[in-house]
């Protein structure tokens, strides 16, 4: 049956998608009294295997913000020191407890409780709305500006008329596809499979990455199963489902060996999700009347878990720049690339690390080629001197120029 238009609507800002800088960014203009429409795709936010790390710089906003305490009364367990092993090798690597922030450690939270949160959190802001089922499909342009959006809804279609819209529906942005951005690719030789597997007594404590000549696996304690990751070359999947499960379970019992009594739990490969992994980012992250933040403006690998929270600071800076200019009408096309010019460098340095443990760590061990397992003399100094594991985890925790809430509280 083919949709009817329901109507149009006029806002200042629309955001596309539904995700941490989605919803951080609709949450603080809805605050600074912005008009504020933010389209999420699906009928929820229940989707698994996503980023769940909320590390001490996205804490320290949601402190900001007078949402700590009831943020922290969500169901979530906490990270404060982390190791990984190489062989039979156990190496502290980032200790928490001496970095330089008021919340001193990692919180792991589904997102979608996370996003959930922000959701209900917003509802007092009378400048905010969030609609769910909302699937952008096209922008909309008029004299080489963007002025909108049209939206296809469960049941008709919509038209929203924005002063600016963003881009926040992640490294599939539909946005980003749309608006004719050059996306510059760095490459990646690795994917990434999903999976849980039940906790039980006597497991290990918090370690993330194990290591071996031919496997990497990373398990993260989400208190009552481990969320596991299995670290495939890029477009192995193919290759993996050829070799059947049984072969798979016993990748994953050897490489991570305390969980040789519980893969069986995993019946079917719809057990296991594949995460095509991606690095890239724009070269311009805005055009008149559009900006890309987050993933949309640059996808990041899972290595560190920090995407999420770059997403999120992301947000936060763009409410800093444009949320004043936005409510007053003053806002203009020349202002938004103040907001790459801030974040770009945060980016490229992350991304520029993720690339290197790609290719230095990650892409020999699934290569299948012969290699000798060493542990490299940094991560030995760092397991010998508890003062030096501040840093890692300062690094972890707190991003390379983290940001804080500027933009205003509106009445």
């Given amino acids: 049956m083919e949709g009817t238009v329901a109507e149009t609507l006029q806002v200042q800002c ?18 600074a009294g912005v008009k504020t429409l933010v389209l999420e795709k699906h009928a929820d936010f229940l989707r698994d ?54 919340y001193r450690f990692v919180a792991l939270m589904p997102q979608w409780d996370f996003l959930n949160f922000l959701a209900e959190k917003g509802r007092r802001f009378p400048a905010l709305q969030v609609k769910m089922s909302a ?17 296809a809804t469960s049941d008709d279609s919509l038209e929203v008329r924005a ?5 926040c529906d992640g490294r599939g942005s539909t946005v980003r596809a749309a608006s004719g951005l050059v996306v510059q690719d760095l490459g990646s030789p690795i994917d990434v499979l999903w999976f849980h597997l039940s906790k039980r007594a006597g497991d290990p404590e918090q370690v993330l990455g194990r290591l071996a000549a031919d496997t990497m696996i990373v398990t993260i304690d989400r208190t009552d199963y481990w969320q596991c990751a299995f670290v495939i070359g890029k477009g192995g999947i193919e290759s993996i489902q050829a070799k059947g499960l ?47 933040i987050g993933d949309a403006a640059h996808a990041m ?39 790459r010019e801030r974040r770009l460098f ?17 892409k020999p061990v699934v290569s299948g080629a012969e290699h000798p397992l060493k542990v490299p003399w940094p991560l030995k100094v760092l397991d010998g001197n508890a003062w030096l594991r501040r840093w890692p985890a300062q690094f972890l925790g707190m991003g390379v120029r983290p940001e804080h809430v500027q933009s205003p509280d509106s009445p």
């Fill in 301 to 339: 690998s899972p290595v560190g878990g920090v995407g999420i929270n770059l997403a999120i600071q992301d947000a936060v800076a763009t409410a800093n720049l444009l949320a004043v200019k936005l409510k007053a009408g003053t806002l203009r096309d020349g202002d938004l690339d103040a907001v």
């Fill in 163 to 167: 002063n600016l819209v963003v881009g």
């Fill in 14 to 31: 629309c955001i596309a998608g539904g995700g941490p800088a989605g919803m951080m960014l609709g949450y603080l203009l809805g605050r």
């Fill in 49 to 102: 295997f996503r980023g769940d790390t909320v590390h001490p710089s996205t804490l320290m906003i949601m402190q900001e913000l007078g949402l700590i305490e009831d943020f922290l009364r969500l169901p979530h367990s906490e990270i404060r020191a982390f190791s990984v092993q190489i062989g039979a090798t156990c190496l502290k690597v980032a200790d928490f407890a001496r970095i330089s922030a008021p």
């Fill in 246 to 292: 049984e072969a798979f379970k016993a990748a994953v019992a050897h490489g991570a060996r305390f969980l040789s009594d519980r893969v069986d739990e995993l019946k079917s490969f719809d057990d296991i999700k594949l995460l095509s992994v991606s690095v890239d980012r724009l070269m311009t992250w805005s055009k008149p009347g559009l900006l890309c």
């Fill in 346 to 362: 945060p980016a490229k340095v992350i991304q520029g690390l993720q690339v290197a443990v790609h290719n230095r760590v990650l």
């Fill in 135 to 151: 699937q952008i499909t096209s922008l909309i342009e008029t004299e080489g500006r963007v002025t909108g959006v049209q939206v």
